[in-house]
Nanobody, 126 residues
Framework: VHLVESGGGSVQAGGSLRLSCQASGYTSRRPCMGWFRQAPGKEREGIATIDIGGFARYADSVKGRFTISRDNAENTLYLQMNNLNPEDAATYYC?????????????????????RGQGTQVTVSS
């Protein structure tokens, strides 16, 4: 599967952005999709996942501010990010997992064999 992220940009603290991830290629619905991010000099951080039924999980760092959603008909994954702060600045990546046996968790989205996109940059100024 080929994943392409879009929607990144620069915002001021307190602002919002909506990221999109378009999936193509092997487009059968993936059991689990998610987002992770990586800031310069920091480890990758899984931030949100959503299973085929729409159940979502979030990292504590974004819970209550970010919302993950998916449109299975359009093969698109979204991440609505509200109340952004400078600590959210990073490159954001979407990921897809084809195995139904892998738990759809924010831990697993940065571990194991997942299809991943090239990322979209988010900058937050204070």
């Amino acid at each position: 599967v080929h994943l392409v992220e879009s929607g990144g940009g620069s915002v001021q603290a307190g602002g919002s952005l909506r990221l999109s991830c378009q999936a193509s290629g092997y487009t059968s619905r993936r059991p689990c999709m998610g987002w992770f991010r990586q800031a310069p000099g920091k480890e990758r951080e899984g931030i949100a996942t959503i299973d085929i039924g729409g159940f979502a999980r979030y990292a504590d760092s974004v819970k209550g501010r970010f919302t993950i959603s998916r449109d299975n008909a359009e093969n698109t994954l979204y991440l609505q990010m509200n109340n952004l702060n400078p600590e959210d600045a990073a490159t954001y990546y979407c990921a897809a997992q084809s195995s139904p046996w892998i738990d759809c968790t924010v831990y697993n989205v940065v571990n194991g064999a997942w299809s991943r996109g090239q990322g979209t940059q988010v900058t937050v100024s204070s």
